[in-house]
């Protein structure tokens, strides 16, 4: 820390030195960039915008903008103020490569990326899955039949690790555990990546499921921070740094004070500033906040596994209900229409007894190394996610810091014992982060680097979100050792069944529910020329001013061959199935890449149709592992699991519905043997040949997989036909009700009294204890234990 200080310390005796220089002062507020921008927002912190004047100054403008822009101050036309050649600011004197998006990964070096900023970020970004993508692309992929392994082939861009396999960022412990891991699952990491392919138009015919490229292209990879945001509501955004650090809303336009922006034209920033950590203070209209707000990481994260649109607690579905007062129903938002269910704990605003008003803000959980990367190539989110929720709450039986690292992510494998400690320094990768006092020490993540905003103090660990609200964080072992559970149920299956702590994810019971969206339809239509937007192609066309052609205004640039469009067969969101995951662990699942696709050729011909593809797991129907990020304080019911088929891989109701999408539907009127009866007539809902059952179904009670179960991990699927049996438990009642049939004896113990739920509970409960007074009547007994047998008497 002593070091932080020291180097803030000379850095601003340099910057006032600059500051007070002939060159600083040859230019007035109103010359330059200003001429035209004036009142435009600054940027970030004092100390950053102090800076950021100081390095710029150098080149002659004061104002600060050339030295994140490049451009030619000295201009006096908006032509010539936005050109110049593509060179280092630290280099050249005079005018610069114009950068509209200062963020774009593509020339980061020369801006962001500076050896006196944020050097090394850009590098670690291009490497990380926000931008390429590799897993999203194995697992469509592996669903369309194209790709039969889970080895990481595949990107948004050619791509190679020059750097070897120790992460460029991260304590000594976090390095050696990646290194390990990195070793144990060479599938799930690369040492480089190829670009998806763009599929041969004379292929199809043959291999109609390389239409998957296609989809991939056109639906899948809008979201990497490579390129720009769909120009739809709620898409808008920039590139690289930009795509989070730099405010959009939803409607995409600006509310700043720059008079040459245009106020009416939708795909522009919200304002000229920067949105990071707690220090970073913005400004729009009346209201001030810090953080980066849920609803930017939403601009991207609202499909596929939908964690983000999940956190704030709503799902897509079909209506568009209630209406407005115009009689209108309500506007797409990332293309679709919302339903509220119910939103993550942490999320909600509501006062709280021990925490203050306001909720979790992402990045108050994801770290740094998450979103940026640490050099390597992270084939799945799983590869690059280092959190645990027992980094912060611990379990029953031990703090945080007494957990051994890689708790939670065993792979079913032993790991070391040794307690993980806390954190006491501040590491050098986190310089630019808001700084908090250790106290007793940061908590560490389940990989060995230190969460800088969550702190031990006392007998208490507090969080520090970037929102400037600070949280008590519950402890489990604490509530363990005060008995201060907020229900009984939760004490029981959190101390009392060891395999709920041992085998499963803290989200499997507190996940209050998941969006589960069946089937998904899809048409890639070749036919007369058709074409639509191809991000990949968008991505790898960038210019070198870092603009990728899907930037510019009212277009989204480059088109590839082939037109996409898709639905569902339906949407649930009620009780989750649950599964195992790529840890080994109990968790829910989703519907992931369920592809039943139809595919026409260049030619008009129909080569495929509702076809599902085959994957070494069985049909592509993809049932994904998933922590959904909706977690409540109320966790499922007992039953909602131990006697739920849907649950437990059965289906809904042991799957009784849905069960004949292999035959085509026709409704007319028919005879009472089922016969159509008129000549002309059509079928209502097509066939889907190779689907027997229905799509919650994946495994069957005799322990046949259905539908391929998590398309990256080998040890991802159905719960195993132990786990099963072992935790349904619909035949408990009869043990008691099938001697309903024997009079005399139902008659001693029945009362005409019909009880209810409590009352049979303590019924049982009494039955029990007798029956323990029963067994150890002829054995010496604690005297507190005859007093229970005798009060249960």
Not at 91 to 106: E, L, V
Not at 339 to 349: A, E, P, R, S
Not at 373 to 398: F, R, Y
């Amino acid at each position: 820390m002593r070091n932080v200080i020291t180097t803030f310390v000379i850095t601003s005796l340099m910057i006032f030195a600059l500051l007070l220089s002939p060159l600083a002062r040859a230019n007035t507020p109103e010359s330059g960039c200003l001429t035209c921008h004036n009142g435009i927002e600054e940027m970030g912190t004092p100390a950053m915008n102090a800076t950021v004047k100081a390095m710029s100054a150098q080149h002659g403008d004061p104002a600060g903008c050339v030295y994140c822009h490049g451009g030619n101050p000295e201009a006096t036309t908006k032509e010539k103020a936005h050109t110049g050649s593509p060179e280092s600011l630290i280099k050249a004197k005079g005018p610069q490569m114009f950068y509209p998006d200062p963020g774009s990964i593509w020339i980061n070096e020369y801006t962001c990326g500076q050896s006196a900023c944020h050097s090394g970020y850009a590098n670690r970004l291009e490497k990380a899955l926000m931008n390429t993508e590799a897993g999203k692309l194995q697992g469509n992929l592996w669903s369309w039949g194209y790709q039969t392994d889970h080895k990481v082939v595949w990107g948004n861009y050619d791509l190679k690790d020059e750097d070897g396999k120790v992460p460029s960022v991260g304590t000594e412990a976090y390095k050696d555990y990646m290194v390990k891991m990195m070793a144990a699952h060479t599938d799930q990491f690369a040492d480089e990546l190829k670009q998806v392919p763009d599929p041969k138009m004379e292929d199809i015919p043959d291999n109609p499921n390389h239409a998957g490229l296609t989809y991939s292209r056109q639906e899948c990879q809008r979201c990497h921070v490579g390129v720009t945001g769909r120009e739809k509501r709620g898409d808008y955004r920039g590139s690289g740094c930009s795509a989070c650090h730099v405010p959009y809303s939803n409607e995409g336009f600006y509310e700043g004070n720059d008079p040459s922006i245009n106020k009416n034209q939708p795909g522009h920033i919200l304002t000229h500033q920067i949105q990071a950590t707690r220090k970073n203070k913005v400004k729009v209209g009346d209201v001030e906040y810090s953080g980066i707000p849920t609803e930017t990481c939403n601009s991207c994260h609202n499909r596929g596994k939908r964690i983000g649109v999940s956190y704030q607690g709503i799902m897509e579905f079909p209506y568009g209900s209630p209406y407005d007062e115009e009689g209108g129903k309500q506007p797409k938002l990332h293309t679709k229409k919302y339903l509220f269910i119910k939103d993550d704990l942490h999320h909600q605003v509501e006062s709280r007894p021990e925490n203050p008003k306001g909720g979790m803000l992402c990045q108050d959980c994801h770290t740094s190394i998450e979103m940026h990367g640490d050099g390597n190539i992270p084939g799945t989110t799983l590869a690059q996610v280092e959190i645990e929720c027992a980094d912060c709450h611990g379990t029953p039986d031990v703090y945080p810091w007494d957990l051994p690292l890689g708790y939670g992510e065993e792979f079913q494998q032993d790991i070391p014992q040794d307690p993980r400690g806390l954190g006491d320094k501040w590491p050098a990768f986190m310089a630019f982060a808001t700084y908090y006092e250790p106290k007793d020490g940061y908590l560490l993540s389940a990989r060995g680097n230190p969460l800088g905003n969550v702190v031990k103090d006392g007998d208490e660990v507090i969080l520090h979100s970037a929102s400037g609200t600070d949280f008590k964080v519950p402890l489990l072992k604490k509530i363990k050792d005060e008995d201060s559970w907020r229900s009984l149920d939760a004490k029981v299956a959190m101390t009392k069944v060891a395999s709920h702590m041992e085998n499963m994810e803290c989200y499997a019971c507190h996940a209050d529910w998941v969006p589960q969206c069946y089937g998904c339809h899809i048409t890639v239509d070749y036919s007369e020329g058709k074409t639509n937007v191809d991000w990949i192609r968008n991505a790898n066309a960038r210019g070198e001013d870092g603009l990728t052609p899907d930037a510019a205004y009212d277009t989204n640039g480059l088109h590839g061959p082939g037109k996409v469009s898709e639905t569902r067969s339906y949407l649930r969101w009620e009780t989750p199935i649950l599964g195992i995951n790529g840890e080994g662990r109990v968790t829910p699942m989703m519907p992931g890449c369920q592809v039943i696709t139809t595919v026409i050729d260049k030619d008009g011909n129909t080569v495929a149709h509702n076809k599902i593809w085959e994957t070494p797991e069985g049909p592509g129907l993809d049932m994904a592992a998933v922590q959904p990020h909706t977690a409540g304080r109320q966790a499922r019911r007992c039953e909602s699991c131990h006697n739920d088929p849907k649950t437990l891989g059965y289906g809904i109701e042991d799957g009784r519905f849905n069960n004949r999408q292999h035959e085509p539907m026709y409704v007319d009127l028919e005879t009472a043997q089922g016969e159509v009866i008129p000549g002309k007539t059509q079928i209502q809902s097509q066939a889907i040949p190779d689907l027997k059952w229905d799509l919650s179904q994946i495994v069957t009670r005799d322990g046949k997989q259905l539908v391929t179960s998590g398309s990256h991990w080998p040890l991802t699927g159905p719960l195993t036909q132990e786990q099963r049996e072992k935790m349904e438990r619909t035949g408990l009642c009869m043990g008691c009700h099938k001697e309903m049939t024997n009079d005399e004896l139902w008659n001693k113990v029945n009362t005409e009294k019909k009880l209810n739920e409590e009352e049979h509970t303590r019924h049982m409960n009494q039955l029990l204890r007798k029956a323990a007074g029963m067994e150890i009547e002829n054995k010496t007994v604690s005297e507190a234990a005859a007093k229970a047998v005798e009060e249960a008497k």
